[in-house]
T-cell receptor
């Protein structure tokens, strides 16, 4: 069974600080997605990474897929209160299942 | 507007009373899925469907049924709900990518309480 473990589990930082969230697995993934979820709402897709070593940028967010396609990271530069939320990595598991990571709950203080 | 809709958004029911949560998508996606989200356990897949009339179990299928008679609809059925099925439920849909599920697009969620 493929698993996705995220770290840290919780993160509370001041506005303007940088942070990195990690998503790790012992299995190879054909692709990984990152989502952000607000309380009481469904996760919203941020990005998909497909190629080993791939780096994608979305404004202040930088996503990286590991060379072996077993891990990924999300780096936020100069975090803002609007970045507060639950960050989830996820991907296809086996042929048709889809699994989510354990999640990182981020709080950015003004 | 491309979207996934779920109904109802909130539901309080009693043990053993059959219920159905509806899910519909207007994006012509082949893949649809149901998840439940519980504190400390994250999002777990209940059932998924690769296409019409093709469904299979996710990681937590016990106590649930699904059907996929039309491409756009994927209802979740609880034949005899129990308190341990109290949870936040999400329906999602996606195109397929390399033969498997791709990026998931989620509905707004259904908060179910079983007393």
């Amino acid at each position: 069974t493929q698993l996705l473990e995220q770290s840290p589990q919780f993160l509370s930082i001041q506005e303007g600080e940088n942070l990195t969230v990690y998503c790790n697995s012992s299995s190879v993934f054909s692709s990984l997605q990152w989502y952000r979820q607000e309380p009481g709402e469904g996760p919203v897709l941020l990005v998909t990474v497909v190629t080993g070593g791939e780096v994608k940028k979305l404004k202040r967010l930088t996503f990286q897929f590991g060379d072996a396609r077993k891990d990924s990271s999300l780096h936020i530069t100069a975090a803002q209160p609007g970045d507060t939320g639950l960050y989830l990595c996820a991907g296809p598991s086996g042929t048709y299942k889809y699994i989510f990571g354990t999640g990182t709950r981020l709080k950015v203080l003004a | 507007e491309a979207q996934v809709t779920q109904n109802p958004r909130y539901l309080i029911t009693v043990t053993g009373k059959k219920l159905t949560v509806t899910c519909s998508q207007n994006m012509n996606h082949e893949y649809m899925s149901w998840y439940r989200q519980d504190p400390g356990l994250g999002l777990r897949q209940i059932y998924y469907s690769m296409n019409v009339e093709v469904t299979d179990k996710g990681d937590v299928p016990e106590g649930y049924k699904v059907s996929r008679k039309e491409k756009r609809n994927f209802p979740l059925i609880l034949e005899s709900p129990s308190p341990n099925q109290t949870s936040l439920y999400f329906c999602a849909s996606s195109l397929t990518r390399a033969g498997g599920p791709g990026e998931q697009y989620f509905g707004p969620g259904t908060r179910l309480t079983v007393t």
